[in-house]
């Protein structure tokens, strides 16, 4: 089966960690798009524009499935996506909200990018949500084992106040587990995890990782390669209207 994944940078690298994880078996093809990053502070029509292209871009690709490992576009535009297209397309907030229900969490806290926090997509099952708009420009300029990086983490958690666990609601997060973890005791939910256990695919062919970056840079290229442990190639990929 051919998994189409895509964010607006290596974010959605976490998600396709826990499927490759759960699905070793299969083709993945991966988009970032570097080029236009961070998409959490963008409008709604930009971020549209982003997201159609990519989608069309996997398709172009044969892919079978698509998820979308951004929780901006998931928070803001999934239900728009999934009327417009005809390929099975999946987000990674249905899957995270539906952990969180079964599981019956309580006193749940949400870190994520501005829009997502702006859309209220997580409300239902969250009692304080913070917007972390440095996240994403340190973790995409490898500042995450900085004075910096921990400042910006310390504040955060300062704002959010106690919460039993805490929802990386932006796919860029857990790579800042360590550093979080070590400023707080809350537990931690990866919405990749919770997209694995979620997706029904199966899982009898042989890996393979395609990665398409729309900017490729030498730091990009570090990286990446802190976040994925398999084999993969890798492509610069710019897409025109
Ligand atoms: N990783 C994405 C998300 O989950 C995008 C973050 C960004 O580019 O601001 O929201």
């Known amino acids: 089966m051919r998994v189409g994944i895509f964010d607006s940078g290596i974010g959605g690298l976490t ?21 236009n990053l961070p998409y959490g502070t963008k409008s709604l029509e930009q971020l549209r524009e982003y997201a159609d292209k990519i989608i069309n871009f996997l398709i172009s690709k044969r892919v079978d499935i698509i998820v979308i490992a951004c929780g901006t576009i998931s928070s803001n535009l999934y239900e728009e996506i999934k009327e417009k297209y005809s390929i099975p397309i999946i987000d990674v907030l249905t899957p995270t909200v539906k952990y969180i229900k079964e599981n019956n969490l309580n006193n749940v806290g ?4 501005p829009m997502t926090i702006k859309s209220g997509a997580l409300n239902s099952v969250v009692n ?9 420009p340190l973790i995409e300029s490898g500042k995450i084992n900085t004075k910096e990086c921990d400042e910006a983490v310390i504040d955060y958690l300062k704002r959010l ?16 587990e360590k550093v979080i973890n070590k400023h707080s005791n809350s537990k931690l939910i990866n919405m990749g995890q919770c997209v694995s256990n979620y997706i029904n695919i199966s899982n009898e062919g042989k890996l393979k990782v395609t990665l398409y970056f729309s900017l490729l ?7 990446i390669s802190t976040i994925i442990k398999t084999p993969y190639e890798i492509k610069q990929q710019v897409l025109s209207n």
């Open 161 to 176: 106040g106690d919460c039993e666990y805490i929802i990386l609601g932006c796919t860029h997060y857990p790579v800042l």
């Open 15 to 35: 998600v396709l960690n826990c499927l490759i994880e759960s699905y070793p078996n299969n083709e993945y093809i991966y988009f970032g798009d570097t080029l």
């Open 110 to 113: 949400v870190f994520a990018t």
């Open 217 to 223: 840079s030498d730091e990009l290229l570090k990286n």
């Open 128 to 136: 304080n949500s913070i917007s972390c708009p440095l996240f994403v």
